[in-house]
């Protein structure tokens, strides 16, 4: 578990006057310039992609956070992107294939560890056609991919929370 994000906050990022509380952590209000940070949730993205046996591709994780672990295809929304671009743009990065469609699936809160900080992150899940086409690992985020049942050892393999509960509510509102 990481500091969260608002604690990292030493200075004001308007004025540079130092931190003089705390409490509450969040939000952040300078006692000199009174500034304001709230500290939302990034948005992040994740592509439910399943062939027509029913099973879905899942990438095992070059990186940490999760580094070994399993990871859908997505990623981080860029400033000024809708999350169906960020989606088309991260699958074709990761693993070289065209989005052809998609549709929204569920969302989760999810807490992305990097270097000691955590980042509150709002994942935003969609499923998505792709163009037929070989799979290719274009970016270097992933080491390898399956296509798989979405069992729950499965399940336990993957290395967000936020990612495991979609992949389940995709898998359960299938078998009603």
Not at 106 to 134: A, C, K, W
Not at 142 to 157: G, K, N, Q, R
């Amino acid at each position: 578990m990481g500091k969260e994000l608002a604690e990292s906050y030493r200075y004001c990022p308007a004025c540079g006057h130092p931190r003089e509380s705390y409490e509450p952590v969040r939000p952040f209000r300078c006692s000199r310039c009174s500034h304001s940070t709230f500290f939302g949730p990034v948005s992040a993205v994740g592509a439910v992609v399943a062939d027509n046996q029913g099973r879905v591709l899942l990438l095992r994780r070059a990186n940490d956070p999760g580094k070994g672990l399993l990871g859908m295809p997505g990623g981080f929304v860029d400033h000024g992107e809708t999350a169906e671009a960020a989606l088309r743009r991260e699958v074709l990065e990761e693993i070289g294939l065209t989005v052809e469609s998609l549709e929204y699936l569920t969302s989760e809160v999810n807490s992305y560890v990097y270097r000691g900080i955590s980042l509150p992150v709002l994942d935003m899940f969609f499923m998505v056609q792709v163009q037929e086409g070989h799979i290719e690992l274009v970016d270097g985020e992933a080491t390898s991919w399956i296509w798989t049942e979405l069992s729950d050892a499965v399940l336990e393999e993957m290395a967000f929370v936020s990612n495991r509960r979609a992949l389940k509510y995709y898998r359960d509102s299938r078998l009603r």
